[in-house]
């Protein structure tokens, strides 16, 4: 009788157990598709279309479709500096983000001299988090990426604060396009500065900073809607 209750006890561990390592990447991406379908919400967009930009996005950043239709999609060849470097652009990662906070800012008419002072503003801050790797491109060490978010958020809540409507964004078009301009844009050139014995290519929104373009939109409209939200509850108590 104890041998089967210890061998009950035993499986019932085991499958707890299993059920614990299949059920946590499923709550994680669960979590995380709440996260973007509310960042994007708050921007305008339905959770249809928040599901179609963020999978073609990494769809066209991953380089993932260009493995099977030989054709680059994911990056655009723009120039060759000297011998030994191709510069581009990456769909996913700069393309993409540029026409989406060129719409957000015509539709929700955003004020140009205030979007100029944002970007201005997140971009001095991630280009002192960022540094040039001639093996990794543009990178940015933890925690100091998570900088440009709280920036872009701040930023927008201040200039926003009389219309909170426009916070978000606001938040996704300083966000992104500061992010490009601080990280690809200033330290372009001194990556190409580097000597390589083989060709490679300098992509601008590919790699680490696609991943930091997309996190830094995302996270700083979030964040916006978290702290509106709890002004709001704050006014109404």
């Known amino acids: 009788m104890i041998d089967m209750m210890i061998a009950v006890t035993s499986f019932l561990n085991q ?29 305008g967009f339905s959770s249809l279309e928040a599901i179609i930009i963020v999978f073609v996005s990494f769809l066209l950043g991953s380089g993932f479709i260009d493995e099977y239709v030989g054709i680059s999609f994911s990056n655009i060849p723009l120039f060759q500096y000297h011998a030994n ?15 989406l906070s060129v719409y957000l800012s015509f539709k929700n008419r955003l004020k140009p001299v205030l979007v100029l002072l944002g970007i201005g ?24 990426w998570i900088l440009p978010i709280i920036v872009a958020s701040v930023v927008s809540i201040v200039v926003a604060w009389k219309q909170k409507n426009k916070a978000a964004p606001f938040a996704y078009t300083i966000g ?5 301009i601080g990280a ?18 300098a992509v601008i929104g590919g790699a680490s900073v696609f991943d930091m373009v997309f996190i830094t939109g995302i996270l700083a409209v979030f964040l916006d809607g978290l702290l509106i939200i709890q002004q709001k509850r704050k006014k109404d108590t």
Request: aromatic share 14%; glycine share 8%.
């Open 85 to 99: 470097w191709i510069v581009g652009i990456n769909v996913g990662g700069a393309v993409i983000p540029i026409l």
């Open 121 to 144: 503003i997140v971009t001095l801050v991630t280009f002192f988090v960022t540094y040039p790797d001639p093996e990794k491109g543009i990178v940015s060490t933890f925690p100091y």
């Open 184 to 201: 690809d844009g200033f330290h372009l050139m001194s990556l190409l500065q580097h000597e390589t014995q083989t060709t490679r290519i």
């Open 15 to 43: 499958f707890i157990g299993y059920l614990f390592v299949i059920l946590l990447p499923v709550l994680v991406l669960y979590i995380v598709y709440l996260i973007i379908t509310k960042a994007f919400k708050d921007m």
């Open 176 to 180: 992104t396009l500061g992010v490009l």
